[in-house]
């Protein structure tokens, strides 16, 4: 049975209502989709460069600031091997290609504009997450 160790309502919904806050700011102000592997994916094929870098700098400086403070504690991943963590990088990035988008897109962007499209990816994101912990036993 799964337990959750660290429940953290308030910082849960700070982070959450940061991301949407982006999103939303994001779509009202430049008329783009915070989708990130889309966002990634177009610096290399998408004449708009600068933006796209800009947003993918903001995201790695941030994280770099807030762990860097020490205001939140970095997730310890010495027990888990390289090579799983290279191969559940390159899942998440084949899942991202061939769902269209990911769960950032889809999710947040794309359920907040009700599009039954990205309810479903959403939905089979969710599916194939909790399969994958069900069957290698993570969530015990």
Partial sequence: ????????PWTAL????CIGTG???LLLGAGKIAGISGIVSGIGTQADKGWRLA????????????????????????????LKL?????????????????TSGHGICGIGRFS?????????FMAA?????TVLGLGA
Wanted: with cysteine.
């Fill in 116 to 124: 039954w499209r990205s309810i479903v990816a959403t939905l089979v």
């Fill in 55 to 82: 947003f993918v700098l903001g995201l790695v400086l941030m994280t770099a600031v807030l762990f860097g403070s020490g205001n939140i504690a970095v997730p310890e991943l010495a027990s888990v091997s390289a």
């Fill in 1 to 8: 049975m799964m337990t959750i160790v660290n429940f953290t």
């Fill in 14 to 17: 700070i982070g959450g209502a």
């Fill in 86 to 102: 290279v191969l559940a990088g390159l899942l998440v990035g084949l899942g991202a290609r061939l769902g269209n988008g990911c």
């Fill in 129 to 133: 997450g909790i399969a994958t912990v």
């Fill in 23 to 25: 999103a939303l700011l």
